[in-house]
């Protein structure tokens, strides 16, 4: 039996154990944005230390800028939303400044 095959074999037989119904985000779309806003380089290590139990700043920074694009698409009040949008561009602008650091630090070695 290839991987492919096995690997079916065992998530049906979990799907109809019932061990999948309980899941966090079941039947809601998988929010990739922060994981495809992070530049391709540096996107392994990140995930390494993700499975590891440990987060950069970069990746909790892309975690805020996701969450306040959300609370900012829902607000009503005009008012909030411009505080909310000077908030996330501040974000973002660190993340950038973050990023930039990085790269200048990799092309000196």
């Known amino acids: 039996m290839n991987f492919d095959k096995l690997v ?13 119904d309980n899941l966090p985000g079941k039947g809601k779309p ?16 990140y ?8 987060t950069s700043r970069e990746v909790e920074l ?8 959300q609370v900012h698409a829902a607000m009503l009040d005009e008012e909030k939303k411009k505080k909310l949008h000077k908030e996330i561009e501040q974000k973002q602008i660190e993340f950038s400044l973050m990023m930039e650091r990085q ?7």
Request: charged share 40%; proline share 2%.
């Open 47 to 54: 995930s390494v230390l993700k499975n590891a139990g440990m």
């Open 30 to 45: 998988i929010d990739l944005s922060a994981y495809f806003d992070t530049p391709e380089d540096l996107r392994v290590a």
């Open 8 to 20: 079916e074999s065992i998530i049906k037989e979990a799907m109809e154990r019932g061990e999948l």
């Open 103 to 109: 790269r200048r630090q990799r092309k000196q070695k």
């Open 62 to 69: 892309l975690k805020e800028i996701a969450e306040l694009k």
